[in-house]
């Protein structure tokens, strides 16, 4: 833990010193920013603290590389290549005897889509997004571990890491940023999951949405957001089980080309915290001007 704690505040460190630049970018963690007027590529980190005596090194975790080129005035395409990786050993077996250490990786759901961009005021903008999820992560026994330990990173967004199904994502997002500095946002969209040959299950409707409150200096945003999944199709007993929700805060540099960020995610469910005790989330953007006429 030392490691990663030391790893990150120095790069953060990097993305202040590095992105002498001005950008106009305001980071967010989970909830979709408002996208970047020059091309905008970036990779999230994300490692799951689970309950128990296992302890994943210290690169464990869902890897998200995405990338957003802008086309024309207030449209642009998305692009994001989920990786999970799970490195730990599991403890002794009934018998007392040491198991082998369990080392896998995965590919997951690579997505491309679409992004239209609003400008409502002077402090609010929208942004419309879509896109689909294609079935690329993988189903393989032997990389079972590394597709859950995914799920459970990104337990909101396991669209990501979830095999053999084609998704359909649409979302909506609202960003409030007032001249003093407070920011508000709001987002909520659908999202389709299709079982690839419709083997592996039925089809199921999600609905996801996030609410983001903090504040924004000329360097900084310090942020809260909460995160929520509902199962709108799926059939539970108790109505409250269709919905599952997370906390994250945290601090991240802006107006810089280059862009850290660090979080911390807790789950508020109870089902959910029997496995997880939170998430260490890390991400970094670069914006890459567009050369002059």
């Given at each position: 833990m030392k490691t990663t704690s030391r790893l990150i505040a120095a790069l953060l460190g990097a993305g202040v010193v590095l992105g002498s630049s001005l950008s106009t970018s305001a980071q967010?963690?989970?909830l979709n920013p408002i996208p970047e007027e020059d091309p905008t590529l970036g990779l999230r980190y994300l490692h799951a603290n689970l309950q128990g005596n296992l302890e994943q090194t210290t690169f464990s975790g869902t890897y998200d590389f995405y990338l957003e080129i802008p086309l024309s005035d207030g449209l642009g395409f998305d692009f994001s290549l989920p990786y999970s990786r799970v490195s730990y050993f599991p403890g002794p077996d009934q018998f007392g005897m040491p198991r082998l250490k369990v080392e896998q990786s995965a590919l997951g759901n690579v997505y491309f889509g679409m992004h239209f961009t609003n400008k409502l005021s002077e402090h609010t903008k929208s942004v419309l997004s879509m896109g689909i999820h294609f079935p690329s992560a993988s189903d393989n026994y032997n990389s079972l571990e590394a597709v859950s330990y995914g799920m459970l990173a990104n337990l909101h967004q396991m669209?990501?890491?979830l095999p053999d199904a084609w998704i359909v994502y649409w979302n909506m997002v609202w960003r409030i940023e007032t001249s003093a500095g407070s920011i508000l946002g709001f987002e909520f969209g659908p999202e389709a999951w299709i079982p690839e040959g419709g083997v592996?299950?039925?089809?199921e409707l999600l609905c996801h949405y996030g609410f983001s409150v903090g504040a924004?200096?000329?360097h900084f945003t310090i942020l809260t957001e909460i995160m929520g999944l509902c199962m709108a199709t799926e059939d539970f007993e108790d109505f409250g089980d269709r919905?599952?929700?997370h906390l994250a805060f945290g601090i991240g540099v802006r107006n810089y080309f280059i862009r850290p960020s660090l979080w911390y995610q807790i789950p508020f469910d109870d089902d959910t915290r029997e496995v997880l005790e939170?998430?260490?989330?890390?991400q970094i953007e670069i914006s890459l001007p567009k050369e002059g006429p």
């Open positions: 967010t963690f989970y669209r990501r890491s592996h299950g039925n089809e924004g200096t000329s919905f599952d929700h939170g998430v260490i989330g890390f």
